[in-house]
């Protein structure tokens, strides 16, 4: 990591990091702060997660099996892909869970259950608000795994509030 700073560094690239915080969270925090002063944002990952940023100034591209295939998630990719709106990635990932990530989820309710139960209520908590109503196996399931669900959608949750900035000048590509 260190050689990878120095390299960037020589570049006169800027470079943002926050202790105790994940890449996924000084990003996340980033793609904000520049959507505040009146940019657009373009992140180029390979980590799904961030689909959850999604919005109107904010789009994520995430590669296909070759260079060209690469595609770019504004908010109706992201609901076609997952089939939730970027707002509702969190909660999704609550309840399916990412094994690639350590994310639980709630044992036993997959992607399409838990689509439905979105399209339904639109939130985790909305979902345990009106667990009554949800069918026998899956209200079960979901009583059973609300403690997962809700470590789940804090592990899958991107912080973007950390207030970390970048020299916006510095950045200009025809600095170089």
Same mark, same amino acid.
């Given at each position: 990591?260190?050689?990878?700073?120095?390299? %960037? $560094?020589?570049?006169? &690239?800027?470079?943002?990091?926050? /202790?105790?915080?994940?890449?996924?969270?000084?990003? #996340?925090?980033?793609?904000?702060?520049?959507?505040?002063?009146?940019?657009?944002?373009?992140?180029?990952?390979?980590d799904?997660?961030?689909?959850?940023?999604?919005?109107?100034?904010?789009?994520?591209?995430?590669?296909?099996?070759?260079?060209?295939?690469?595609?770019?998630?504004?908010?109706?990719?992201?609901?076609?892909?997952?089939?939730?709106?970027?707002?509702?990635? %969190? $909660?999704?990932?609550? &309840?399916?869970?990412?094994?690639? /990530?350590?994310?639980?989820?709630?044992?036993?309710? #997959?992607?399409?259950?838990?689509?439905?139960?979105?399209e339904?209520?639109?939130?985790?908590?909305?979902?345990?608000?009106?667990?009554?109503?949800?069918?026998g196996?899956?209200?079960?399931?979901?009583?059973?795994?609300?403690?997962?669900?809700?470590?789940?959608?804090?592990?899958?949750?991107?912080?973007?509030?950390?207030?970390?900035?970048?020299?916006?000048?510095?950045?200009?590509?025809?600095?170089?």
């Amino acid at each position: 990591i260190d050689r990878i700073r120095d390299l %960037v $560094d020589t570049f006169n &690239i800027p470079r943002a990091e926050l /202790d105790g915080y994940e890449a996924d969270d000084v990003l #996340g925090s980033l793609a904000h702060w520049a959507v505040k002063k009146g940019l657009a944002v373009k992140i180029i990952t390979g980590d799904r997660d961030l689909l959850q940023l999604v919005n109107d100034r904010i789009t994520v591209s995430l590669p296909g099996r070759s260079l060209s295939d690469a595609k770019d998630y504004f908010r109706e990719d992201v609901k076609e892909s997952l089939g939730v709106w970027p707002e509702q990635v %969190v $909660d999704y990932k609550a &309840i399916t869970g990412d094994r690639s /990530d350590n994310i639980p989820g709630v044992y036993g309710v #997959g992607e399409k259950t838990a689509v439905e139960l979105l399209e339904k209520y639109s939130t985790l908590d909305a979902i345990y608000q009106h667990l009554e109503e949800i069918p026998g196996r899956f209200q079960s399931k979901l009583a059973q795994g609300k403690e997962d669900a809700y470590l789940s959608k804090k592990l899958a949750t991107i912080i973007s509030d950390l207030g970390v900035e970048i020299d916006l000048d510095q950045a200009r590509p025809d600095r170089f």
